[in-house]
């Protein structure tokens, strides 16, 4: 199989590692910024397969993967799927919710597999929520989630921290309940000056009842990764971070005077985990061979961009508003 990636910044360096060292791939790489001939040169990459401008390799692969700044994903996967390629976005789809289902019709219209990197759906930490806790509703009715996605970074030039960060969550989330939010309430803060916020509250509503709330932003000391689920029937803690799920037997109960709170039995699930990123990068050249369609698919993607959309205009607005996707 012929991949082209185009951008290998901060994280397409990954991507460069993990595709590289697929034995049946054969790679090009493409980057506008003149230092990355040299960083490449340096991992032994064969130079004839580089160039600076991604149009040299278009037509001799057969996916692409974009990993390059948000505000440029949208011509860049519009040619590669007018080309005939499969497809790999790195998330956000793109800047904007409009924009992102042109590239959902395109693919669908050329039947190419587009694949959007929602990443923690890929992580092992998902799997055992979903096979162990939530699908067998081992925590009865999910009530309310939490997730904490912050810590001390460089903050992105590009997009800020809702469209960054929060927007994993909200893609998480959706795929933990089931479901896409059908409202949401957003409260996002620019403290740097940087014209772009870096501080997001988030809460989102679904129409099964459930509540979910994100926070996000650049200032915690402590980097966290972590999800609070509360059922009915018990409460966890999945912390991505340390691969580990803790589990409460804490529950509400009604009594004819008031409400017990239940304190049970806790324990611990370590989590063995392969590295999330090549999980998500083989499922995605599984389903270009196989032709079934990928877990995050281009419409998956920019429902989450809608969700974002939606959240920067309540913020605005200082209101809760419906999603209309």
């Given at each position: 199989?012929?991949?082209?990636l ?6 397409g360096?990954n991507h460069?590692?993990i ?9 090009y790489?493409?980057?506008?910024d003149p230092a990355?001939a040299?960083y ?6 064969d130079?004839k397969?580089?160039?600076?401008d991604y ?13 390059i700044?948000?505000q440029?994903h ?6 590669a799927?007018?080309?005939?390629c499969?497809l790999?976005?790195?998330k956000?789809?793109?800047h ?7 590239i959902h019709?395109?693919?669908?219209k050329?039947n ?6 929602h990443?923690?759906r ?8 979903l ?9 009865g009715s ?5 997730g904490?996605?912050?810590?001390f970074?460089?903050?992105?030039m590009?997009?800020g921290?809702t469209?960054t960060?929060?927007?994993h969550?909200v893609d ?22 940087r ?10 509503f679904?129409?099964?009842?459930t509540t979910?709330f994100?926070e996000?932003?650049y200032?915690?000391?402590r980097t966290?990764r ?7 029937r ?6 991505y971070?340390?691969l ?20 049970g039995?806790?324990r ?8 999330p990123l090549s ?8 389903s270009v061979k196989?032709?079934?369609k990928p877990?995050?698919t281009a419409?998956?993607?920019?429902k989450a961009?809608?969700v974002?959309?939606t959240?920067y205009e ?12």
């Amino acid at each position: 199989m012929k991949i082209l990636l185009v951008g290998v910044g901060r994280w397409g360096k990954n991507h460069y590692r993990i595709l590289s060292r697929i034995r049946d791939v054969k790679l090009y790489v493409s980057d506008t910024d003149p230092a990355s001939a040299s960083y490449l040169e340096a991992q032994g990459m064969d130079m004839k397969n580089f160039s600076h401008d991604y149009h040299d390799f278009l037509l001799s692969a057969d996916a692409v993967f974009v990993v390059i700044p948000a505000q440029v994903h949208f011509p860049v996967c519009m040619e590669a799927l007018q080309a005939g390629c499969d497809l790999f976005i790195e998330k956000p789809v793109c800047h904007d919710y409009q924009d992102s289902l042109r590239i959902h019709e395109e693919s669908e219209k050329g039947n190419k597999i587009t694949q959007v990197g929602h990443i923690f759906r890929y992580h092992p930490v998902t799997q055992e929520l979903l096979d162990n806790h939530l699908n067998n509703n081992a925590l009865g009715s999910v009530k309310y989630m939490k997730g904490m996605f912050k810590g001390f970074k460089r903050p992105r030039m590009d997009v800020g921290v809702t469209m960054t960060d929060t927007i994993h969550f909200v893609d998480l989330f959706s795929c933990l309940v089931g479901q896409w939010p059908v409202c949401v309430y957003g409260k996002s803060s620019e403290i740097l000056g940087r014209g772009m916020d870096d501080l997001s509250l988030s809460h989102l509503f679904f129409e099964n009842g459930t509540t979910g709330f994100i926070e996000s932003g650049y200032f915690q000391p402590r980097t966290l990764r972590e999800v609070m689920i509360a059922g009915d029937r018990k409460s966890l803690i999945a912390d991505y971070k340390a691969l580990r799920v803790t589990v409460r037997e804490n529950i509400h109960i009604k009594r004819e005077n008031g409400w017990e709170a239940r304190i049970g039995e806790s324990r611990e699930i370590d989590i063995e985990a392969g590295e999330p990123l090549s999980i998500e990068i083989e499922s995605f050249i599984s389903s270009v061979k196989t032709r079934k369609k990928p877990l995050v698919t281009a419409m998956e993607g920019a429902k989450a961009v809608k969700v974002i959309e939606t959240l920067y205009e309540s913020s605005l607005k200082g209101k809760e508003l419906a999603v209309d996707y």
